[in-house]
């Protein structure tokens, strides 16, 4: 079994369920509501740790009650969160979710600017005896710190590229040995919203293995330059939330046990469909058994 | 110095800056967040306490982390939080409160439906040696209770009538000795929109004294059967939230302290106009040398 370190956001999602999403001001009442801890990294944590492996989570969150919950949260389902900092006078990061009766979201998250800037990164490059790293974009200098070390260590890393970033990616595109991009990162990055020809400009920057996920369209990724398609399983879909976090959690564990790049890219590809037959975010994370069993019927 | 009962609710306000008031799915980003505490009775305790009052709180919260920060913060601003009750398996009612660059807000309350239903209503009959009693409409049953325990104790009662109730208001309205309504609930249990009106047609429905307040035009009551009006006093309005439920505050500690009407009507009034030349919530609430100072300087 392996250990993988992640390196990023872990946020407190405060659910609201409403029967529309609210226009202009005014006041609107919720029928349920829920505080469910999700942010890339954290959420790719808990995937990992549900699937077995080793899960250590280096973050930084408030030095408040949020906070605290957020790291018992995550002890909870068994991610080593003692590498999450709390630091004092910043807030956690939350986001008001505010879900419809179609499962359409409004999402107005606040992460402090002070939390992820110009701070301490040791934390990042320390990697214990992990086999494999994740970082997301949210804490691009913990990224890059850990990126760094996993390099220097020689092992696999995988870069959560789900967001456009203002740099386009800048070092962590060329440091981790594996990127995977959204498609709207991608797109953004590349130039291009067509996944395989974005791919193929993106090796032009950086030697790392490269793959895009595309939703129910699957996954495709480079192998020895040329494009390769792996549709999404066939699954009745309840919520989406948190499969993406899942996916890269999966492909990060599976990377790190030594599997090829195929393979894990399968493995995560059905971790993420189990998800999606499920509610909530991290909340609906497989298990290996469950990930095994679907990959047994498919194949 | 007055003792005021107070019988409502307590809320978490969770308040996210943001550019503009989102519309539709999709992510967005706040620029700040703070969890600020709210509910009318308990906005009302507090501005009770600020003033010099003795503020008792009879509330119902969750069982939760929310329900802890809630009582602890009313603790800290004086106000006695030792009956409000913490309910198993609930949640804490909480406000996402989305404030755009002018100020306006998209405000989204979950108060879950078990919390002031059918519950047991012994703590909000126990009056102490309160002076007055202040009810809002959020729990109905409690403020029958209360209410009664006033009437039968003979102190005065003010019922903070703020929003529409399906009944119109029922034993509620002629128990109170006070009711002091919004524009929009005069409107809906009246069935005019003339505050003076309104005001009439519902005294022909009950023998409480009746006010209702109008925002920028200030207040209007019956006295003797007629008709009065005390304009808003002329302030710089920085943040009108919270301001009616200070002024309700106000109302119920200068009546629980013998004052007349007219008096505790200018009182009120006072005591809302400062609140509104400050940002935030309760946390604008006067000190009783404030309202002093402002009710000097105008008569």
């Given at each position: 079994m392996a250990t993988v370190t992640c390196v990023g956001i872990a946020v407190m999602d405060l659910l609201?369920?409403?029967?529309?999403?609210p226009v202009g001001g005014g006041k609107f009442y919720a029928s349920n509501y829920r505080e469910i801890g999700?942010?890339?990294a954290a959420n790719a944590a808990v995937a990992i740790a549900r699937l077995?492996?080793?899960?250590?989570?280096v973050s930084r969150v408030g030095d408040d009650a949020v906070g605290s919950r957020v790291k018992a949260d995550l002890t909870s389902l068994g991610v080593d969160a003692s590498q999450v900092a709390a630091v004092t006078d910043l807030t956690t990061p939350v986001s008001a979710v505010l879900v419809d009766s179609t499962g359409e979201r409004t999402?107005?998250?606040h992460t402090p600017a002070e939390?992820?800037?110009?701070?301490?990164t040791a934390a990042a490059s320390q990697l214990a005896d992990s086999d494999g790293v994740l970082v997301d974009v949210r804490w691009p200098d913990g990224a890059s710190a850990a990126l760094?070390?996993?390099?220097?260590?020689?092992?696999?890393?995988?870069?959560?590229?789900d967001r456009p970033m203002d740099n386009g990616g800048g070092d962590l595109l060329t440091t981790a040995t594996h990127v995977a991009f959204s498609r709207e990162a991608l797109a953004a990055t590349s130039g291009t919203n067509d996944p395989a020809d974005g791919?193929?400009?993106?090796?032009?920057r950086t030697e790392a293995w490269l793959a895009v996920t595309v939703g129910p369209d699957g996954v495709y990724w480079l192998t020895d330059g040329a494009i390769a398609h792996l549709p999404a399983f066939a699954v009745e879909v309840v919520d989406t939330a948190g499969a993406g976090d899942i996916f890269h959690g999966a492909l990060a564990l599976a990377i790190a046990e030594g599997d090829p790049e195929d393979i894990a890219i399968r493995f995560a590809s059905a971790a993420a469909a189990i998800k999606c037959t499920r509610p909530g975010g991290r909340a609906g994370a497989p298990s290996r058994q469950e990930v095994e069993e679907m990959l047994k019927e498919t194949f």
């Open positions: 609201f369920q409403v029967d529309e999403l999700g942010g890339v077995g492996g080793d899960a250590r989570l999402i107005v998250n939390l992820f800037g110009g701070c301490d760094g070390a996993a390099a220097a260590a020689g092992i696999p890393s995988v870069f959560d590229f791919l193929l400009r993106m090796a032009e």
